[in-house]
């Protein structure tokens, strides 16, 4: 079996932002006793993307040399709880 990837890694991407948002977004106090309130409803499609990626991830081999390409040096990633 075949396997992007390019789409796999832009997946992870994808859905780790979205779900590091939405979680940056409910933190509901900023003190060192910070508190995260989010319905599990409004993350599960990020985190079963995000599980099926890493499913694919870890039964996925490559042949050969070469290896992977790296991704652009402009790929984001959002940062948890930041403060």
Do not use: H
């Not at 003190?31 to 985190?47: F, G, L, N, R, Y």
């Not at 790296?70 to 403060?83: A, G, I, R, V, Y």
Request: charge should be negative; proline fraction near 2%.
């Amino acid at each position: 079996m075949e396997v992007s990837m390019d789409g796999l890694r832009k997946s992870l991407i994808r859905n780790y932002n979205s779900l590091t948002r939405k979680l940056n977004n409910n933190i509901k106090d900023k003190s060192w006793d910070a508190t995260i309130v989010i319905d599990p409803e409004d993350i599960s499609d990020e985190m079963d993307n995000i599980r099926n990626c890493i499913v694919t991830l870890a039964f996925t081999s490559m042949e050969g040399e070469g290896g992977w390409k790296e991704m652009d040096e402009n790929t984001d990633f959002e940062l948890f709880n930041p403060q």
